[in-house]
């Protein structure tokens, strides 16, 4: 046996200013970057002070000793370059909105800080005390900015949530033709989550032109990174996916703006995407104003020595030997910096008597908070339709239907992309719902790694920043490993983010009961996506209805689910001939089967078994009638239908294919005995799988399954109770 070291054929560099390098730069620039630095300090301070008076609902995370490294990194980006953040942001939204209106060569010394700068500074304030003229309307506080005219492009409460988004930011910039660049800022924790690793995988295969910051503090909350990290260097992480990596001093707002100016510089020779690690330093505990001394983890002398190094000390020293600021000129940044934080503070709060409250004005009204979670869907010209409606002539499969109205979009809509597993192997994925495509819109129908919440997440970036991605989750069980990025993240940003970003998503997720598959494999996704808010659930039971459904999703700017039952898929269906453009209404139901004695609801695969039911049934004289849902989300089960329904039937069972534990059916029947408890003859049931994980033996997952059998013993008995 032969073992021989291999050195990483990707270098890690440390990149460190010099004297000269600041005798290079324009005074105007250097005063700006000092100005910054004071306003960014000041804001942080006040605001601390503001949460100690009470002012504050919810964390404050300041940034106070990490000014430069937002400082520099702002100072080396163009307008329509991006930032993504985490829950300590304030420092980067600041550098970023402030640089937005400055023009080439602001001096602050000369101008002073104009309107558009000291009104950014009252939205920070507005937002983070939850007030209506937020940058978020109130909704998002001090984790949760977003300013998208000034580049900022949303930060992020969960470690590591947003580095999936920023990656399809990233991403989308380059699939459309534009040469803007991402960075994305995160800390030392982030660097042990696996959306990280994810979405550097991505964004390396892709070309992704992104910045991973890695804005290392020292500390995740009071635990040190040598506590947490295997590895003697954060930026070596960059090796795994053939990337570049910079360290410099976070402490250096010039080395910082050195390092992300160098790699975009370079970044025809193969610099982006990379990592960025600043060695930085938070002067205060994870939130709030006390030392992380007076919590025992770090010592008194640990930050002594680190607040030697503060930039808004080193900083104007260095400029002073230089000859570009005295002191009248550092006294003057200083007080416009606190003039301006002031005035914002008493544009959001008024004063009496010795206190100083938020006046009832400034707060959001009550009603705003159902603005944006869903938009309203504009009808087509030409209407929704059913399929009585147009003349369905043409018989084809279930999955055809699937690839047909895919096709359709990819034709008409340039910025439709559709990513997942296998999409674009053989022929059209693993089981011919993307047939063709990949041949026929190069580019376009993208194989993912198997990374679920890599590709999820990406496709939410991509999705805010103008594509309009379709997502495949091959097994609807998967959507458990993206559980982050699809219920913390997707259905939510537009929301948490005041309304403002559209987010036109449409994730596909195949359910795979009946087939052998197992337990990890047949989850059906209907009862936990209606857990959450901001999804559309739509379960289509014919290929009509799939078009139909497709297209109304596809018209939404908010995401939506789709859910397959594999059933399915080789089944055929009458559909119009040379029509992939028509709409269903969403949240309307289907009656498939009218009928008087007692109220089926059901979706997807269960209809077929209802209908074999009810057709027993009738020859024993028992009329039923089946309700199609087609619609699952909490605000899209047609209840009125339903209600019709029980108003003549009085009895109501619920029948799905998922186990009852995880079932829609107990929500479903509550709703309707609320609403309609005057028309029932008898209490609603469920007809469910049991609560047992799905075996792949295959009597004991036919077991498992609802049959007709079974639907009808349950109608039996409720029609008895009705009769009693």
């Not at 930011?169 to 380059?174: G, N, Y």
């Not at 983010?497 to 359910?511: A, F, I, N, Q, T």
Request: with cysteine; hydrophobic share 45%; proline share 6%.
């Amino acid at each position: 046996m032969k073992m021989t070291a291999r050195r990483s054929p990707v270098a890690l560099h440390r990149l460190m200013t010099e004297e000269s390098d600041w005798g290079a730069q324009p005074a105007a620039r250097l005063l700006w970057m000092t100005q910054l630095l004071f306003v960014i300090r000041q804001f942080e301070e006040t605001l601390l002070d503001l949460k100690d008076k009470n002012l504050v609902h919810g964390p404050v995370h300041s940034s106070i000793g990490q000014e430069a490294v937002a400082v520099g990194a702002a100072l080396a980006l163009r307008g329509t370059d991006k930032i993504l953040g985490t829950h300590r942001a304030h420092h980067q939204y600041l550098a970023k909105t402030l640089c937005a209106f400055a023009p080439e060569g602001f001096d602050p010394l000369v101008t002073g800080l104009p309107a558009e700068m000291q009104d950014a500074v009252r939205v920070l304030f507005s937002e983070i005390m939850g007030l209506r003229d937020g940058c978020c309307g109130g909704r998002g506080g001090s984790m949760h900015l977003y300013n998208p005219e000034a580049g900022v492009a949303g930060t992020n409460a969960i470690v590591g949530g947003g580095i999936p988004m920023a990656t399809g930011v990233a991403w989308s910039d380059r699939h459309a033709g534009r040469d803007d660049v991402t960075i994305c800022f995160f800390g030392d924790g982030a660097l042990y989550q696996g959306t990280l690793h994810e979405s550097a995988n991505l964004a390396a295969l892709w070309r992704a032109p992104i910045v991973y910051f890695i804005e290392n503090n020292q500390y995740a909350v009071a635990t040190r990174r040598s506590d947490s990290c295997s590895a003697p260097e954060l930026g070596e992480v960059a090796h795994a996916f053939g990337m570049r990596a910079l360290q410099v001093d976070g402490m250096d707002p010039l080395s910082v703006m050195q390092a992300v100016g160098q790699v975009i510089r370079l970044r025809s020779r193969g610099w982006l995407p990379c990592f960025i690690e600043a060695d930085t330093y938070r002067f205060f505990h994870h939130a709030g104003a006390n030392p992380g001394s007076a919590y025992g983890y770090r010592s008194k002398e640990e930050e002594r020595q680190r607040r030697e190094r503060d930039p808004l000390v080193c900083v104007p020293a260095r400029l002073r030997q230089m000859g570009v600021l005295d002191q009248k000129a550092e006294r003057a940044l200083r007080e416009q910096a606190s003039a301006c934080v002031s005035r914002a503070v008493e544009l959001c709060t008024e004063k009496r008597a010795e206190a100083i409250i938020i006046p009832a004005n400034l707060w959001p009204e009550k009603q705003s908070l159902f603005v944006g979670l869903r938009r309203e869907l504009a009808p087509p010209a030409e209407g929704y339709v059913e399929a009585e409606d147009l003349a369905c002539s043409k018989e084809i499969a279930y999955v055809a239907a699937i690839a047909g109205v895919t096709g359709r979009w990819l034709e008409q809509d340039p910025n439709v992309v559709v990513l997942g597993e296998e999409v674009a192997n053989m022929g059209g994925g693993a089981y011919g719902a993307t047939k063709g495509l990949a041949a026929r819109f190069p580019g376009r129908v993208l194989n993912t790694p198997i990374s679920e919440a890599g590709f999820s997440g990406l496709a939410c970036g991509a999705a805010m920043n103008g594509l309009h991605p379709i997502v495949e989750i091959m097994f609807s069980s998967f959507a458990l490993v993206a559980a982050d990025q699809l219920f913390n993240q997707i259905g939510q940003v537009a929301h948490i983010y005041g309304g403002r970003p559209g987010v036109p998503l449409v994730v596909r997720m195949r359910v795979a009961v009946g087939l052998g598959y197992g337990a990890q494999h047949s989850l059906d996704p209907a009862a936990i996506f209606s857990l959450f808010p901001g999804w559309r659930i739509f379960a289509p039971a014919t290929a009509f209805d799939y078009i139909g459904l497709f297209n109304a999703a596809m018209q939404a700017d908010r995401p939506s689910l789709i859910i397959e039952h594999q059933e399915l898929y080789g089944g055929t269906f009458s559909v119009p001939d040379g029509q992939l453009d028509f709409q269903i209404k969403p949240g309307r139901a289907r009656i498939v089967r009218p009928g008087s004695t007692c109220t089926v609801v059901t979706y997807c695969a269960g209809v077929s078994r209802c209908l074999l039911a009810a057709e027993a049934l009738a020859r024993e004289g028992i009329d039923v009638e089946i309700i199609d849902l087609r619609t699952l989300d909490d605000s899209g089960i047609d209840y009125a239908t339903i209600g019709h329904s029980l108003e003549r039937t009085g009895m109501l069972i619920v029948v799905e294919l998922a186990p009852a534990c995880n079932s829609l059916g107990p929500k479903i029947a509550a709703q309707c005995l609320q609403r309609f408890f005057d028309f029932f003859d008898g209490p609603p049931s469920l007809v469910a799988a049991p609560d047992v994980p799905l075996p792949v033996s295959r009597p004991l997952e036919l077991a498992c399954i609802p049959t007709p059998d079974e639907i009808a013993r349950s109608v039996r008995t409720a029609a008895l109770r009705a009769s009693e």
